[in-house]
């Protein structure tokens, strides 16, 4: 069963090695996280399922990640310090990637490195769970309405496997907030973001899957279809959402949102 979720941001500038006196400006993203990684811990999970815009963007399928051992680093971000590995839960990966392929494409990928979208929420959620499975997921380039499908199927699988199951949407808001922010200004963006916290807050799934798609391609986000999936994965469970934290220091939009899952 699903005994946690929650939606996360990405940003490099929260590795601490890669984000320095930048961190400070973080500070409330950082307690949310910290919050996030309590509540994460007591809620037991056998299982974690990170589900991270950039493992296969702009792919037409879905990916589900084979390696046995995932390791996780942020050299391509100069930080040569932080090393983590994961053990990966391939069983129930292959599970799942049985279970959707009626309904879309699906693959299933062999990286041994995890991309920092994944990365990012594993270094600040799993400080105390260092020995529990991982499951690595990446979204498509495909309708919203297939991530809400695959969402449920996962959940499905889950109830099968009897498994204790915390699910990790990972992703962004606009990138698009500020006049210097490094993907251009859109007038849009505000909007986009002060939308999805509203529909999310209450609780309009429905709102979100149908969600202005020209809004979407204004505000340049990544986080849309990986939220999608965690709520595919939740719509038919009680849970209370949260907003813990949301900032945008430098242009993007960092939402922490916690799903008590009741
Ligand atoms: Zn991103």
């Keep these: 069963m699903i005994t946690f979720a929650s939606f996360v941001p990405h ?49 037409e399928f879905f990916t589900i990640n084979q390696q046995p051992k995932l390791k996780l680093n942020f050299k391509n971000f100069g930080d040569l310090v ?31 490195e995890l991309d920092y979208g994944t990365g990012v929420p594993l270094l600040y959620l799993m400080e105390h769970l260092p020995n529990t499975k991982i499951i690595s997921i990446g979204y498509a380039d495909l309708p919203y309405q297939d991530h809400i499908k695959f969402g449920e199927l996962i959940r499905k699988q889950i109830n099968l496997a009897d498994k204790r199951v ?25 909007e986009f973001d002060q939308t999805i916290i509203k529909l999310l807050n209450n609780n309009q799934i429905d709102d979100i899957i149908n969600i202005d ?16 999936i965690l709520l595919g994965a939740i719509k038919e469970m009680n849970y209370q959402p949260e907003k813990l934290s949301y900032q945008a220091p430098f242009g993007i939009g960092y939402l922490v949102e916690n799903f008590e899952i009741k």
């Design 11 to 59: 940003s490099p500038i929260l590795i601490p090695e890669v984000g320095k006196e930048n961190l400070a400006k973080l500070k409330e993203t950082i307690e949310a996280y910290k919050d996030l990684e309590h509540a994460l811990y007591s809620s037991k999970p056998d299982l974690v399922i990170v589900i991270s815009p950039h493992t296969n963007k702009g792919a």
């Design 82 to 112: 932080t090393k983590l590995e994961f053990d990966n839960d391939i069983g129930l990966g292959y599970q799942i990637k049985e279970s959707c392929e009626d309904y879309f494409p699906i693959m299933l990928t062999s990286n041994k």
């Design 166 to 190: 915390a699910i990790i949407a990972s992703g962004d808001l606009s990138h698009k907030l500020h006049k210097d922010s490094p993907a251009g200004y859109s007038d849009r963006a505000q």
């Design 213 to 228: 798609k020209k809004l979407v391609s204004e505000a340049g986000e990544c986080g849309l279809r990986s939220l999608l």
